[in-house]
Nanobody, 126 residues
Framework: QVQLVESGGDSVQAGGSLRLSCVAS????????MAWFRQEPGKVREGVAS????????YYADSVQGRFTIPQDTDKNTLYLQMNNLKPEDTAMYYC???????????????????WGQGTQVTVSS
């Protein structure tokens, strides 16, 4: 079955950097739209960034544009979230998500993602 396992969350000071990882298994990685979401307790889940695993096309939320990137290693079926210049408002649980994508579809954060990881906590202190 599809499995997504995140890691890399930590506590850092504002201005610092972190790289999250998501190892995917149980499906054809390159045929999926992959994404990172985040959620604080009591708040709505927010899409952060997405990448079409096959084409490499990316989308970013305005709140992270220019600070975060979403690289991937397709040989290792691994998705990353490189987070630079972190701010206290980036504090959240970060989740990896996957969804099968077909020719002509866009890999945007508005998709209804079918598979989710368990999350990894990022805490940014001022």
């Amino acid at each position: 079955q599809v499995q997504l396992v995140e890691s890399g969350g930590d506590s850092v000071q504002a201005g610092g950097s972190l790289r999250l990882s998501c190892v995917a298994s149980g499906y054809a990685y390159n045929r999926n739209c992959m994404a990172w979401f985040r959620q604080e307790p009591g708040k709505v889940r927010e899409g952060v960034a997405s990448i079409s695993a096959g084409t490499g096309m990316t989308y970013y939320a305005d709140s992270v544009q220019g600070r975060f990137t979403i690289p991937q290693d397709t040989d290792k079926n691994t998705l990353y979230l490189q987070m630079n210049n972190l701010k206290p408002e980036d504090t959240a649980m970060y989740y990896c998500a996957a969804d099968r994508i077909y020719l002509g579809q866009r890999c945007t954060l508005e998709r209804d993602f079918g598979y989710w990881g368990q999350g990894t906590q990022v805490t940014v202190s001022s």
